[in-house]
């Protein structure tokens, strides 16, 4: 535990980092977020969307549990978050769509159905008129999908400002600057997503970036406006999602590679989403395209995050992968107890470090420590700041 106003470095100010530093300084402690731009990075770069059900995939029951346990914490952290801060965080609630384009996209959401259904989620199976009166702006070849109201989205950049501002009036310092070692703190919170992996040795290989594109389009006059709530659809065994924003803009995406640090936007990204995107919602065609931007998301081998001590002093909030916006309120209030020395909400337990870094810590102590007879276990290069 962690004295009522000890010294938390937070380093990261993405959307997990400045939620964290958001609920701790409001708890009394005294925090320093360090980050070169608070509020951008793949947090910037993202669409949006609270949707453990539709993301679902068979053997990741404890990602799934663990995205429904902080979907329910999503409208009190929102209404929370609206009051602390002075302005509107972007929370929308009007649910999500899955469709399918062609009978081979059919044949996996009806899948996907079976398998929510086994495990106990709500969606309603759509078909031809219905589907139709549900989102109008689907195109005609697009005849079966699933409603899952219980699937939300949020305004990511809306959020952002509003945390931002939130860490201002609660007396959160912001150091900007990009941390080549630990801060010295009582506690360092490390949540430096993709790039988090440089900072201790047991995320060394344990984080790796994800890359990801997404594109955003403003209805113009004349065209049909966008949808009125998320769309995910299967389009050739892809998958792509448009998310509404306020203003007739949408945001599309999302391509994933693993290539490296690699943040660039390729041709052919744009491409395939523009195309995808297209087959499903004509009426994209007619938007304005008004950026393209890459972001990379911190994975983890089984992904699930990595939320928990690392070492007496250490706590990782990282790995977070594509459900950084989503699982924000589960990992503040979980980083949150352990500052506070009470117990982490159980839905976390599966996401302590221990399951990945265990094994790998203890080689790379005993390595150190036959190289140097006896010297500091910690990697050669890790390092705390003075």
């Avoid at 195109?139 to 952002?160: E, F, I, K, M, Q």
């Avoid at 792509?240 to 391509?255: E, K, M």
């Amino acid at each position: 535990m962690v004295p009522r106003n000890g010294s938390i470095a937070v380093v990261g100010g993405g959307v997990i980092g400045l939620s964290c530093a958001w609920r701790a300084a409001a708890a009394g402690f005294d925090v320093t977020v360090h980050d070169p731009a608070p509020g951008r990075g793949a947090s910037h770069v993202a669409g949006g969307m609270l949707a453990p059900v539709t993301e679902a995939i068979p053997g990741e029951e404890d990602v799934l549990a663990l995205g429904s346990a902080s979907l329910l914490r999503w409208p009190d952290f929102a209404a929370e978050l609206a009051v602390a801060a002075g302005r509107e965080p972007g929370f929308r609630t009007e649910g999500t769509v899955v469709v399918a384009h062609d009978p081979a996209d059919r044949a996996e959401l009806d899948r996907l159905a079976d398998y929510l259904t086994r495990v106990g989620r709500e969606v309603e199976v759509l078909r031809g008129r219905a589907l139709h009166r549900t989102e109008p702006a689907l195109g005609p070849a697009v005849r079966h999908g699933l409603s899952v109201p219980g699937d939300l989205a949020v305004d990511n950049r809306a959020l952002l400002a509003a945390l931002l501002a939130a860490c201002r009036q609660v007396g959160v310092q912001m150091q900007p600057s990009r941390c080549e070692a630990l801060p010295a703190a009582d506690v360092v919170v490390l949540a430096a997503g993709a790039h988090g992996g440089t900072l201790h040795p047991a995320l060394g290989a344990a984080i790796r970036p994800v890359k990801g594109e997404i594109l955003r389009l403003r209805a113009r006059r004349g065209a049909l406006p966008p949808p009125s709530r998320t769309v995910r659809a299967i389009v050739g065994g892809r998958q792509c999602y448009v998310v509404p924003r306020d203003g007739g803009r949408v945001v599309l995406g999302a391509t994933q590679y693993e290539v490296g640090f690699d943040d660039a936007v390729t041709a052919g990204g744009v491409r395939c989403l523009l195309d995808d995107a297209e087959r499903v919602l004509p009426a994209i065609a007619e938007y304005a395209l008004e950026e393209t931007s890459a972001g990379l998301r911190p994975g983890s081998p089984d992904n699930l995050p990595l939320i928990g001590e690392l070492e007496p002093g250490v706590i990782a909030a990282t790995g977070h992968n594509r459900n950084g916006i989503l699982l924000a309120p589960l990992t503040a209030d979980a980083v949150l107890a352990l500052l506070r020395g009470t117990p982490v909400p159980p839905e976390t337990r599966p996401a302590d470090p221990a399951r990945l870094t265990c094994g790998q810590v203890a080689k790379e102590q005993l390595t150190s420590a036959d190289a140097s007879q006896g010297s500091h276990p910690r990697s050669p290069g890790w390092r705390s700041e003075p």
